[in-house]
């Protein structure tokens, strides 16, 4: 029987249990506790292990089965989507204000009041920031921040966090940026972590955990180049 293994202060930052003792329910739970330092975060992200967990919660460590992916060739541009982005008047920027945009993606929402970015989260994802590590796609309607996403990026991989929007289409503009971003950069693939019903609309697809670990494999320690705009 499966049972999630508990990380304790004393285990290196890049030391994590095989990934096939994941539990099958909740799908993907890997293991608990540790903590959130740009070592053992850069250490997870590699192994295609991700935090997710709720206030009050230790830190918990998912990677399921199946990954929720998007190929950047691959990205569905629906009709009414281009011609928001002909149209509807947005200016784009990365990584012009990532601290707005992890608190656009914390804020309540009316299908869910509570967020799962805490503050040792946001603090986080700010110092991976810091270090060159995450990322920030804003969209702009004059000095408004409309919406945005947010993510990891190692080597030829953007490993998405989340996205919020403030105006219609706000996050799927954002994530068309990211794709054009990422074809700029020649990187591979957009990890989803989980599929929903708007990231599939948008292209995205579900592939077994193998599958993406060997395309981490693949393409996970390339060089780092400072991304390049589209």
Known sequence: MKTITWLSAQDAPEWFPPLEQALEEPSGLLAAGGDLSPERLIAAYRRGIFP????GQPVLWWSPDPRAVLFPEEFHCTRSLAKTLRNGGFGYSMDRDFAAVIDGCAAPRAASPGTWITCDMRAAYLELHR??????IEIWRGAELLGGLYGVRL????FGESMFSRA???S??????????????TLAVIDCQLPSRHL????SRTIP????QALLREHVRMPSAALAPP
Request: proline letters at 3%; glycine letters at 10%.
């Open 52 to 55: 997710w967990y709720s206030p």
């Open 131 to 136: 270090l060159g590590h995450a990322h920030s």
């Open 155 to 158: 080597g030829g991989v953007f």
């Open 168 to 170: 219609r289409d706000a």
């Open 172 to 185: 799927k503009a954002a994530l068309a940026h990211l794709v054009a971003v990422c074809r700029r950069n």
């Open 200 to 203: 599939t609309s948008l292209g």
């Open 209 to 212: 955990r193998s599958q993406f």
